[in-house]
């Protein structure tokens, strides 16, 4: 009996505005039946409609810092008062089941899961300028100038840490191109080209 070959883990991240979600979406859509969506557990309250399990793994503070004593997360961040962190059993879990998973996260949290899981398949996607970034959080109409300011300031943090990641993909207005170079890298990661 053949074993079941292991999933991939790909790390992903970028500044806010940059596309990550839209690649992934179309990454989900071609290859979602070999793919999982890692899910954060998290000690904030859900909001209305979330479901525990689907959005997020709603637990308690005192279980979360338990969890974190006995390393049971890939990486974990305190924000706003509460916790957020990616659960080691579950990604592992999917990983076992021949599941590629991807990991969207801030920059802090990548280095955490890029040092415990060095095999890890790290992608930094970019704007093709900072200029073009600052363009396209204006544009979305959305947020108030300080919003954007503070999110044109965490952009700059991150974009230091590009150059830490395997790929870095450059989302330079063309999606499409875009798309194909994070397709042929999620191609020769789980060794289907």
Do not use: W
Not at 74 to 88: D, W
């Amino acid at each position: 009996m053949q074993k079941q070959k292991k999933g991939v883990l790909f790390v992903f991240s970028g500044p806010s505005g940059v596309g990550k979600g839209t690649l992934n979406a179309k990454l989900f859509a071609e290859f979602g039946d070999q793919m999982a969506f890692s899910v954060s557990a998290t000690t904030r309250a859900p909001r209305e409609g979330e479901v525990d399990g689907k959005h997020y793994f709603f637990i308690e503070k005192q279980d979360f810092e338990n969890r974190i004593a006995n390393n049971d997360f890939l990486e974990y961040a305190q924000f706003a008062g509460n916790f957020y962190g990616t659960p080691k059993s579950y990604v592992m879990s999917l990983l076992e089941q021949g599941k590629n998973v991807l990991l969207e996260i801030e920059v802090q949290g990548a280095m955490q899961v890029m040092e415990r899981m060095p095999e890890c398949v790290s992608i930094f996607v970019l704007p093709p300028s900072f200029e073009e970034l600052e363009k396209r959080l204006r544009g979305r109409g959305t947020e108030t100038e300080e919003k954007i300011l503070a999110r044109l300031e965490t952009a700059r943090g991150e974009l230091a840490y590009a150059e830490r990641y395997r790929y870095q993909i450059v989302n330079g207005g063309d999606l499409e191109a875009a798309y194909q170079e994070l397709r042929s890298v999620y191609l020769k990661e789980t060794q289907q080209v």
